[in-house]
């Protein structure tokens, strides 16, 4: 007797196969792509809730009706998704810098889906420096973006990312140029 789809996916983890891998892997063995799905992300530790919802909201698309042997195009997919993020529990001061962050996008005035997911996928994950960096490389939009309360708002969320334990050395520069722009756009207003 086999062992449960679950324990099979936390092998293949811990023999160091990508989440994307392991379900290849799984959704071969059994031939079923949900099961082997749920099988990855429970191995991850993700929440069964969590599961039932990332998994509801890319059945019909990805996991309804497989086609032979696209099983590790499936599983790429589901990892680009997000499918196999594993969620943090952010602390007060990085649930600010993720205020600060929604407060930006609003001033953005809009901002591309893909952005956007990266974001999402980011706050998730506890990635605050990739989400700042994206959002330091990002702009206004012109005609309804707010510049100012755009790079300020950033400067604030810097300073907060500054104080974490171990700040990356890219969020300084970065930081710097927010103030900047920051700056620019303030004197511009008047």
């Known amino acids: 007797m086999l062992p449960p789809l679950p324990t099979l996916a936390r092998h293949a983890l811990d023999r160091g196969h990508t989440p994307a891998e392991a379900y290849t892997i799984l959704a071969r063995h ?3 792509p949900l099961p082997a799905a749920r099988a990855v992300c429970l191995a991850l530790s993700i929440p069964l809730a969590e599961v039932t919802i990332r998994l509801n909201d890319c059945y019909d698309a990805l996991l309804a009706n497989p086609r032979p042997n696209s099983e590790a195009d499936t599983g790429e997919l589901l990892e ?3 499918v196999f993020d594993v969620p943090r529990t952010l602390t007060p001061t ?3 810098v993720v205020d ?3 407060t930006a996008i609003d001033a953005m005035g809009g901002i591309r889906a893909g952005h956007q997911h990266g974001l999402a996928r980011w706050f998730t994950t506890g990635n605050l420096t990739a989400a700042y960096l994206s959002l330091t490389a990002a702009h206004p939009l012109p005609t309804t973006g707010n510049p100012t309360r755009y ?3 950033l400067v604030e969320a810097g300073e ?3 104080t974490t334990p171990t ?3 890219r969020i300084k520069p970065a930081l710097a140029q927010c103030r900047s722009r920051a700056a620019r756009a303030g004197s511009a207003s008047y």
């Open 151 to 153: 790079w300020t708002t």
């Open 100 to 102: 600060h962050f929604l």
């Open 94 to 96: 990085e649930l600010a």
């Open 30 to 32: 059994c031939g079923e």
């Open 167 to 169: 700040p990356d050395p």
């Open 160 to 162: 907060l990312l500054t």
């Open 80 to 82: 680009a998704l997000g």
